[in-house]
Every structure is written in structure tokens, then in C-alpha cells.
T-cell receptor, first 112, second 113 residues
Framework: AQSVSQHNHHVILSEAASLELGCNYS??????LFWYVQYPGQHLQLLLK??????LVKGIKGFEAEFIKSKFSFNLRKPSVQWSDTAEYFC??????????FGAGTRLFVKA | SAVISQKPSRDICQRGTSLTIQCQVD?????MFWYRQQPGQSLTLIAT?????????ESGFVIDKFPISRPNLTFSTLTVSNMSPEDSSIYLC??????????FGPGTRLTVT
């Protein structure tokens, strides 16, 4: 069965530290990849997406993610986190149609 | 983009009762989706609500437990029936726009005692 794995459930960083959240999926075909973010008290919202082309995609607020097809990975990165990045981050994979599979989420807490 | 609202935002219910959750979208959409997010777990798709036809349920979810209505292109309801503590969860309504991007409602936090 298709699945999405996020490596860390909880991450605690100090401001200005670099961030990398791991995401791996199991599906051998063409995928559309997403990272969603949920800030405290807010809706889930799209952070960035990959459909095709350059495997390094940039999203809002300085986030980027790299699609490595050979590793079935789509890791999220940010060079320098801010306190306002405290949120829960979800990796998601769409394999076509209206079926998107979500990872379990990673809760990021950034210490000011 | 799409703006989605849900009612209620949260509720505490007794075992054996039912709760109906409403979802309103600010634009017409063909399909609306209901998810469950249990504590510490991923989002799980419950069903797809199509206007003018029966909802399509995912494995492990049945219509008797989670009846869905879709009376028009901007509104849907999900009922959680005969609730048990295991139904305590956040229930989310979602729609897709082009390119399979999803927009989510704020969620309904349900606690069953």
C-alpha cells in the first residue's frame, strides 16, 4: 500500500538554526508532492509543491524542498528558522486523481 | 483558492449520541472531502462527497456511522453517529483546486465522553 513516512514527530530548534524535515513515500509511479503547514490555531495550508521540472522547489517563507526520485524522498529545508515557524508540518503525496496520502506530521518548536 | 468554514469548531458529546458537522465553501466545487485527524496521527480520508450522488467511503468507514449530505455545490455535512470515545478526533473538510492542491477548513474538534 502507498504510504508516506515523516522521520521526526517532534523537532525543537533554536532560532537561526537550520531545519531539515525528512519525508519518504512508497509509490513507484509519477507523483505530485506537497508540504502543508498548520500554524497554531490556523488552517492547514500549502507550503510548497512539486509536480515536475526542477527537483528543488521553493515555497513561502523561505522554505524549500528537494525531490530525489531515486530515494523516494521530498525533504523540507530552511536555512534559518524563526520563532514564527513553530507549527506542524505535513508531507503529502498525490498519485493522481483526488487521493492524497499524508504523513503523520512533524511538530516543530522554535525557541526564541 | 477557496475559503472553507466549518461548524461547530469544537464539541463535547456523550457516548451514543450523534453530531452533525457542517462545511461551507465560498465557491462551487464538484467534490468535497472529509478527513479525520486523530491525535498524533496523519489525516485519514473518510469519504468523498459528490453533489447529486452518494458519497464514496474509504476502507474502514461506512455510511451508517458517517452519513454525508451534499445538497448543493458549496455545502456538505458529515454526521458522526452513535459516538464512542474512539471517535474523538479532529474532523476536516477539504476541497481541491487545480493541480491537486488542497484547501482545508479549520476543523471540528470532537471529544466523546
Amino acid at each position: 500500500a502507498q504510504s508516506v513516512s515523516q522521520h521526526n514527530h517532534h523537532v525543537i530548534l533554536s532560532e537561526a538554526a537550520s531545519l531539515e524535515l525528512g519525508c519518504n513515500y512508497s509509490y513507484g509511479g509519477t507523483v505530485n508532492l506537497f508540504w502543508y503547514v498548520q500554524y497554531p490555531g490556523q488552517h492547514l495550508q500549502l507550503l510548497l509543491k512539486y509536480f515536475s521540472g526542477d527537483p528543488l522547489v521553493k515555497g513561502i517563507k523561505g522554505f524549500e524542498a528537494e525531490f530525489i526520485k531515486s530515494k523516494f524522498s521530498f525533504n523540507l529545508r530552511k536555512p534559518s528558522v524563526q520563532w514564527s515557524d513553530t507549527a506542524e508540518y505535513f508531507c503529502a503525496v498525490n498519485t493522481g486523481g483526488f487521493k492524497t496520502i499524508f504523513g503523520a506530521g512533524t511538530r516543530l518548536f522554535v525557541k526564541a | 483558492s477557496a475559503v472553507i468554514s466549518q461548524k461547530p469548531s469544537r464539541d463535547i458529546c456523550q457516548r451514543g449520541t450523534s453530531l452533525t458537522i457542517q462545511c461551507q465553501v465560498d465557491s462551487q466545487v464538484t467534490m468535497m472531502f472529509w478527513y479525520r485527524q486523530q491525535p498524533g496521527q496523519s489525516l485519514t480520508l473518510i469519504a468523498t462527497a459528490n453533489q447529486g450522488s452518494e458519497a464514496t467511503y474509504e476502507s474502514g468507514f461506512v455510511i451508517d456511522k458517517f452519513p454525508i449530505s451534499r445538497p448543493n455545490l458549496t455545502f456538505s455535512t458529515l454526521t458522526v453517529s452513535n459516538m464512542s470515545p474512539e471517535d474523538s478526533s479532529i474532523y476536516l473538510c477539504s476541497v481541491y483546486t487545480e493541480a491537486y492542491e488542497q484547501y482545508f477548513g479549520p476543523g471540528t474538534r470532537l471529544t466523546v465522553t
